[in-house]
């Protein structure tokens, strides 16, 4: 029986190890600019073509590659950074197991030109499926240019199920975010087909946030730093009133990796604990520095996890410090942009209002010696238009004529509560063949009488499921109505949601949006659904957009389904609105017109009936 062991050629197990290194455009992007970082650019741009499909390319300005290295950085296991196994718990650099490269070049066609300072001329290679395909000296900056053509064109299984460029492009913002937070120091550009995302010039990190994410993040931010001996935390987190109901603005950087770790991730929360609204989530770029010695960064495939000796202390720490920077800095924001730590730079709170007498109401013409009844008349007078009710400060002088007085509002009160159930009646006898009758509990339920006893409604969960019904409709039949804007209003996202709108964009205008794209990163909004038009339209659309990635991560839900649910719950009425019998007939019949009208969005009931067997035992002995 012959052997059946054997060694796997090297092109085979470079796309083996290919699947573990770049999974994704963005898995390829990632790892290029990190050897970029590492060899010392303080200048980096990426070049995107169809979200990375067809092209990649990372240009930086570092200290370049000699000819030998040029050839030697394509070959597995081969880096600069390890020289013995030791090597591994003193890693303060980004890539070092030598992976990268030969995983790239496995799956897409690789052209590198680089050269070092010192050198004239520098090295071209070109490369196709780890095969080299010429190496030659050529001219160019000092340096390194990396261009990425055509990944996965020898693995179409796994071109396959790369997905849109929308989606693509956003996972691709998402590294290059982390990236950029990670080296504030470094100017970093952006460029997809033509067009410049992201202009990061160097900065401060709390400027480098409000670049990434928007100007208004300046007053979001609060400062967080703690020294111990086991770590240095420094950072921001976002104040709990912008807390947001997705994880995406969190980012942990352990000795500037970017890691996930939900046990601190826990930390940050706590520190958060009864100052965030339920379902809501903090905004936080925090940075710790340990000594590599004490954590082990090689356990997982893409670096992202990382092992901690002592992460009970770590945890406590970052509690702490964070729980402490709420209280010491969240009163009031501050006031220079260059200014992050300094608490002398905070507005200084508003002083105590100064402190005034309270006024005495008294009669001037009041005459002692005048005759019992003018003088009660006159009393009565002055203890009304006082329009005060404490007798501490009116006090009539015959105690009989304020017993007259109570008892005379009273008789008036009751005729008035007489009045108003009698035309109660009258408006039920004339409506009750036309329509049912329903009474509003505190602006949140509607109340009916049904033949086993009555019924409570939910009305913004109602609200909900009518909408939600109608806009799944109208994204089926590309039915929806939009109520044009007398004035169209432009909304800017972050680079983020902006592809996340333009990927949702036909479906949206599905719904009733009139939509254009207006430039970098804005939209025009020219209409919106005709159900929604007393809403904002920038408040809508963000809401939207939120809504969605919140059930994209907890529900999983289908595109469109994420949709009119997102919508649906951002259009409807909120508990606390005071509708009309007319609204509340229709808002009834809409609901058992719907499919699952007892069925709300977070899956509980919308209706809770009480029976008459129920209320009889309730009141019953």
């Known amino acids: 029986m012959p052997d059946i062991i054997q060694l796997l050629p090297d092109a085979v197990a470079n796309q083996i190890a290919a699947g573990e290194v770049v999974q994704r455009p963005a898995s390829a992007v990632k790892e290029l600019i990190e050897n970029a970082i590492d060899a010392g650019a303080d200048k980096i741009q990426l070049i995107l073509k169809d979200a990375g499909k067809a092209l990649m390319q990372v240009i930086d300005n570092g200290c370049g590659m000699s000819l030998t290295d040029a050839r030697m950085c394509f070959e597995r296991h081969a880096t600069s950074k390890i020289r013995k196994a030791e090597d591994l718990f003193a890693i303060r650099t980004m890539g070092f197991r030598g992976e990268a490269m030969a995983s790239i070049a496995a799956i897409a066609q690789v052209e590198l030109k680089t050269r070092r300072h010192e ?79 992201y202009h990061l010039p160097a900065a401060s990190l709390k400027q480098r946030i409000v670049h990434l994410f928007g100007n208004n993040y300046n007053q979001r931010l609060v400062p967080v730093e703690e020294d111990t001996t086991i770590i240095k935390l420094h950072g921001f987190v976002g104040k709990p009133e912008f807390a947001r109901k997705t994880r995406g603005e969190q980012f942990f950087f352990v000795n500037n990796r970017f890691i996930k770790d939900n046990y601190l991730n826990h930390a940050v929360l706590i520190a958060f604990q009864e100052l965030l609204p339920d379902d809501t989530y903090p905004l936080y770029v925090l940075f710790i520095d340990i000594d590599p010695a004490k954590i082990d960064i090689n356990v997982h495939p893409t670096k992202t996890e990382i092992k901690y000796q002592d992460e009970k202390s770590i945890y406590a720490i970052i509690r702490s410090a964070v729980k402490r920077s709420l209280g010491k800095y969240n009163i009031t924001p501050t006031l220079d942009f260059d200014q992050e730590n300094s608490i002398g730079h905070l507005i200084t709170p508003k002083p105590f209002e100064e402190i005034k007498q309270p006024s005495i109401a008294f009669n001037p013409d009041f005459n002692p010696f005048a005759t019992e009844k003018k003088t009660n008349e006159r009393e009565t007078a002055s203890y009304r238009s006082t329009g005060v009710s404490d007798h501490r400060t009116a006090i009539p002088r015959n105690w009989d004529t304020l017993y ?187 609901l058992f017109a719907c499919q699952m009208p007892n069925l709300a969005l977070n899956g509980k009931p919308v209706i809770s009936t009480v029976t008459l067997a129920e209320l009889a035992e309730r009141f019953e002995k």
């Open 119 to 197: 050198d004239e001329l520098g090295t071209c290679i070109l490369t196709e499926g780890s095969e080299v395909i010429s190496q030659e000296a050529c001219s160019a900056p000092t340096g390194t240019s990396i261009s990425v053509k055509n990944l996965f064109y020898n693995t179409p299984a796994r071109r396959n199920f790369l997905k849109s460029n929308p989606v693509e492009m956003r996972h691709i913002i998402d590294e290059f975010q982390r990236v950029a937070l990670a080296n504030p120091q470094i100017f970093l550009t952006l460029h997809h087909d033509g067009q410049e995302v």
């Open 404 to 590: 007259e007085i109570a008892k005379k509002e009273e008789t008036q009160q009751h005729e008035l509560h007489q009045e108003a159930a009698t035309m109660a009646v009258n408006e039920q006898d004339v409506t009750k063949n036309s329509e049912k009758q329903f009474f509003q509990v505190h602006n949140r339920y509607i109340l009916s009488q049904i033949k086993s006893g009555f019924m409570l409604i939910s009305q913004q969960a109602a609200h909900e499921r009518i909408l939600y019904e109608r806009f799944l409709q109208q994204l089926q039949n590309h039915s929806g109505v939009s109520q044009q804007s007398l004035f169209p209003q432009s909304v800017t996202l972050n680079s983020a949601d902006f592809e996340l709108l333009k990927e949702l964009l036909p479906d949206i205008r599905a719904l009733g949006f009139d939509i254009r794209e207006f430039g970098r990163n804005t939209v025009v909004v020219e209409g919106i659904p005709a159900d929604l038009t007393n809403a904002n339209e920038h408040e809508l659309l963000e809401q939207l957009l939120e809504g969605f990635k919140n059930n994209l991560a907890i529900l999983k839900l289908d595109k469109r389904d994420n949709l009119a649910r997102s919508l649906a719950r951002n259009g409807a009425m909120k508990a606390g609105t005071k509708l009309s019998m007319e609204e509340m007939n229709q808002l009834v019949d809409q």
